[in-house]
């Protein structure tokens, strides 16, 4: 019985890790897109949403149905449940990415280029390496690279706070500016909320870790 347990608990493994990916280059292609105008791009990012729900159910199916009959109990439990939040946080991720693709459309039937595209750039560098740490945690049952994955979120909310800041007097300069800005403003608050994610994804592996639940703790301390 545990045999078949471990095997089954290794694919979902790596059922997720492929859910990972997907939602990766959804990301990358997303930003790519925004910032080169490239509506092909957004086109892609956006066809490719139902391929990451598709594979988010799968997920979530194995899940299930190792509870239902294997019944883990101490670390295989604690790692279903973490599974089971980090699929839908990645779902939620690619929804996000699918998101910025759609301003990307909005900003070609502007015939305009993207505004703070240092802050954007840097941003999704950001996100992108969280996202990726917080699953490399996840396969090498990394703690401490999990924490650095909470630490690097701040990093990412004031690069968020300082695009408002470069819209705001934007918009004061040069009004006729206030579409781009919108966009640029819902970009920005995606790859936030994107990042806020990976930190969720790298708390359930600290969770799955040590049994420890540190979420909303880093807001308490503020």
Do not use: W
């Not at 729900?53 to 019944?71: N, T």
């Amino acid at each position: 019985m545990t045999i078949h347990l471990d095997a089954e608990i290794d694919k979902l493994k790596q059922r997720l890790l492929a859910l990972s990916a997907l939602v990766e280059e959804s990301l990358h292609k997303a930003v790519d897109g925004y910032l080169e105008t490239n509506q092909a791009l957004a086109d892609y990012v956006i066809d490719r949403d139902n391929e990451i729900d598709r594979l988010e159910v799968e997920v979530e199916e194995d899940c299930l149905k190792i509870l239902a009959l294997h019944q883990p109990v101490a670390n295989d439990l604690r790692f279903i449940v973490a599974v089971l939040k980090m699929n839908n946080d990645l779902e939620r991720i690619g929804d996000l990415a699918t998101n910025i693709a759609q301003r990307t459309k909005s900003l070609v039937k502007l015939d305009e280029s993207p505004l703070f595209a240092k802050n954007i750039e840097q941003m999704t560098t950001g996100a992108r390496k969280m996202l990726k740490q917080s699953l490399e945690a996840l396969i090498k049952v990394d703690e401490e690279l999990a924490k650095g994955v909470r630490e690097a979120d701040n990093e990412v909310d004031d690069l968020n706070r300082n695009t408002y800041r470069l819209a705001m007097e934007k918009i004061e300069t040069e009004p006729t500016s206030l579409n781009r800005v919108l966009l640029s403003l819902s970009v920005s608050r995606n790859l936030e909320r994107i990042a806020d994610l990976a930190t969720n994804i790298a708390e359930d592996v600290i969770y799955m870790i040590s049994g420890e639940i540190v979420r909303h703790r880093h807001h308490i301390l503020e």
